[in-house]
C-alpha cells in the first residue's frame, strides 16, 4: 500500500513538471512606442537594414521562436514595422497599391506558389493578409499587413498544422494594437 502510495506521489510530481515545463512559454503583452501585442514572454528584438516596397530602411523586429526542444510546437511569432513613407499612403488607391506590393513581396518569402491574399482590416487599418498552407508540408504560415500612423506592420505566426494552435495565434492576431 505505501509503494503505491509513494508511486502515485512520484507520479503527480513528475506530471507536475511535465506540464509546467510543456506551457514553459508563457504569454505577456509586449509593447513598444507604436504598437502592443500578447505574444510569448521574452522576445527578440532588433533591428535590420532591408530593401523593402518602400526602399531600403530599417526594420524593427519583435520576434519569439521556440528553444530547439520546443520545435514540434511553433515555429514563430513575429511583429515587424517599418516606416511608409507618406507619398504611398496619400490616396486610397495608391495604398491599395503599396498594400498589394508589399504583401507580394512577402508572399516570395515562403514560396514561389501562387499564393491568394485578401484585403483585410485591424483596428479600422487597411491591410492584407495570405495563409500557406501547403498538403506536402506540416507548417500553416499566417502573414497579415496593415499600415497605420505612416508604419507598415506585418505580422507573421509560423506554426505546425497537427499541433493545437487556434487560441494562441488568435491571442496573437486578437491582441495587437496600434498606438497612437
Known amino acids: ?10 507520479s503527480l510530481v513528475i506530471f507536475a513538471c511535465v506540464s ?25 528584438v532588433y533591428d535590420k537594414q532591408e530593401a523593402t516596397p518602400f526602399g531600403k530602411q530599417t526594420v524593427h523586429y519583435v520576434s519569439w521562436k521556440p528553444e ?3 520545435l514540434n510546437k511553433f515555429k514563430l511569432f513575429q511583429v515587424s514595422y517599418t ?21 507580394n513581396a512577402r508572399k516570395k518569402d515562403f514560396t514561389e506558389l ?3 491574399s485578401q484585403p483585410i482590416e485591424i483596428n479600422g487599418y487597411p491591410g492584407r493578409a495570405f495563409i500557406l498552407s501547403p498538403d506536402k508540408d506540416n507548417v500553416i504560415t499566417i502573414v497579415k499587413q ?3 500612423n505612416n508604419k507598415r506592420y506585418d505580422l507573421t505566426v509560423i506554426a505546425k498544422k497537427d499541433y493545437p494552435t487556434n487560441s494562441e495565434v488568435n491571442d496573437f492576431f ?4 496600434v498606438l497612437r
Not at 1 to 10: E, G, P, Q
Not at 30 to 44: G, N
Not at 83 to 91: G, I
Open 83 to 103: 516606416d511608409c513613407p507618406t507619398r504611398f499612403t496619400s490616396d486610397a488607391n495608391t495604398l491599395s497599391i503599396a498594400l498589394d506590393s508589399s504583401i
Open 1 to 10: 500500500m505505501r509503494t503505491s502510495f509513494n508511486l502515485a506521489i512520484v
Open 20 to 44: 509546467c515545463s510543456d506551457n514553459g512559454n508563457r504569454w505577456a503583452k509586449y509593447s513598444d512606442r507604436s504598437f502592443s501585442v500578447r505574444m510569448p514572454e521574452k522576445p527578440q
Open 174 to 177: 486578437n491582441s495587437f494594437q
Open 146 to 148: 496593415i499600415v497605420a
Open 68 to 70: 530547439s526542444l520546443e
Open 114 to 116: 501562387d499564393v491568394t
